[in-house]
């Protein structure tokens, strides 16, 4: 599975937690990890994950994440926004949010959504996205 990990500022040591916590079934090695560019890089150094890092959120990064949503190759997206604090590059968090509806990925923008979507995951409650994909004829990048 194409996993995006996101977060906003204040809400990064919250993510650091979740992912630390869910290392083991995040790092499987069926599971490719992405992130916008400071996420990635506070993950990496936390938890010694690999995750492919794009630009920073405010310099792009939730739009090259959305790109991978359009081309039906992200398959879950954990993006814990902070909804308490204004985003200079609110349209693209909106426009991230959207095309997860757009392509019915699972998103979960909190700690709390995002605990069921990884004991689903690690269930094999997704499994449905390789369907997709290859009915799709979508090829992982
Ligand atoms: O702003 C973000 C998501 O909208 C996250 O970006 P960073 O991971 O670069 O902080």
Partial sequence: MNI???AHDNK?????EFVTAYKDILGQEQNQLFAT???GLILTEATGLKIHRFQSGPLGGDQEIGALIAKNQMDIVIFFR???T???HEPDVTALVRLCDVYSIPLATNMGTAEILIHGLERGDLSWRKVVKETAGVKDE
């Fill in 86 to 88: 204004a985003q200079p």
């Fill in 37 to 39: 560019g400071t996420t």
């Fill in 4 to 6: 995006a990990l996101i």
């Fill in 82 to 84: 902070d909804p308490l």
């Fill in 12 to 16: 990064k040591p919250a993510l650091i």
